[in-house]
């Protein structure tokens, strides 16, 4: 395992049977990576950073700027040549608990995706990230409600394998890994790309809050002109070596930036 850390995106395309191809004409995509947490601290999160930093990077698809606070979360001019979000064409949370955000930063970033049209991906964390924040869950799709299996081996059924970076990992596939169960979460507005498989679960863990047996853990989404993509996938740390997940999280990149189509059409469990 320790040598994929050092594939590149081309190199894991190839692995997993990927077509690879060239960047195409035209100037690379900003893509602002956040990765700051307030309360838990998950030690992921800067191989996180640095691996979607090294996927663009290598596959000349985006530039990424890294940041571990909120400032550029703001379309208002900047001093000292800093970047705000005018110039970002997607934006990546893997971020925790109720950021320092006023109420002006908070309408620019929802303005940002839902008017401007720009893309939004969220790993793990970023769904227990403003929690308290109505309009935030609303974007992303959902927010923490337990992990009531704590880190296991997570059954998982790929529901749409045709959605870009889901067929590496098969029809099915186990992980080990923390999945969150989800709440203000509904089909009605979201497209699962993966869920637990129910029928391999402990139901009888009292934490265990939704009745319906529909642990989401991937989606896609629209969100005004907006892209969102979540993926609770990446508490463990070596998962972000594994080349399926490197080719997802570049392919929902690429999707979030508007470099290739999906359809994000909701539709029921199967």
């Known amino acids: ?66 940041r571990t606070d909120t400032e550029a979360l703001t379309k208002q001019k900047l001093e000292y040549n800093a970047r705000n ?29 839902r008017d401007d049209g720009k893309g ?19 974007m992303v799709g959902g ?15 790929v529901e749409d394998p045709a959605f870009p ?18 709440k203000s979460f509904s089909r009605t507005d979201t497209r699962v790309l993966m869920r637990l498989d129910a029928s391999r679960l402990d139901l009888s863990n009292p934490r265990v809050h939704r009745k319906d047996g529909d642990f989401a853990v991937t989606w896609a989404k629209s969100y005004g002109k907006g892209r969102v993509f979540y993926s609770t996938l990446g508490h463990v740390e070596a998962n972000w070596d594994r080349p399926e997940m490197q080719a997802m999280v570049t392919e929902a990149i690429k999707w979030a930036l508007g470099v290739v189509e999906a359809d994000v059409t909701p539709r029921p469990m199967r």
């Not at 692995?15 to 893509?31: D, H, N, S």
């Not at 800067?46 to 979607?52: G, L, Q, S, Y």
């Not at 979000?85 to 893997?94: E, G, K, Q, S």
């Not at 793990?124 to 109505?134: C, L, N, R, V």
Request: hydrophobic residues 50%; aromatic residues 12%.
């Open 1 to 66: 395992m320790m040598l994929v850390r050092f594939l590149g995106p081309l190199a894991v395309a190839a692995a997993i049977g990927l077509p690879v191809l060239a960047q195409g004409p035209g100037p690379k995509k900003q893509l602002l990576v956040v990765g700051e947490e307030k309360g838990y601290r998950h030690a992921a999160v800067t191989r996180a950073m640095v691996t979607i930093e090294r996927l663009g990077r290598e596959s000349g698809l985006w530039d990424t700027v890294i």
């Open 85 to 113: 979000l005018d110039t970002f064409d997607a934006v990546v949370f893997y971020t925790g608990g109720s950021l320092e955000m006023d109420d002006q930063k908070r309408a620019d970033f929802l303005s940002a995706i």
């Open 120 to 138: 939004f991906v969220g790993f793990h964390s970023a769904a227990i990230t403003f929690t308290d924040w109505p309009e935030y869950v609303a």
């Open 143 to 157: 927010a923490y409600d337990e992990h009531p299996w704590d880190t296991f081996s997570a059954p998982v059924i």
């Open 165 to 182: 970076g889901m067929a590496p990992w098969g029809s099915a596939f186990t992980l080990t890994d923390e999945i969150y169960q989800v």
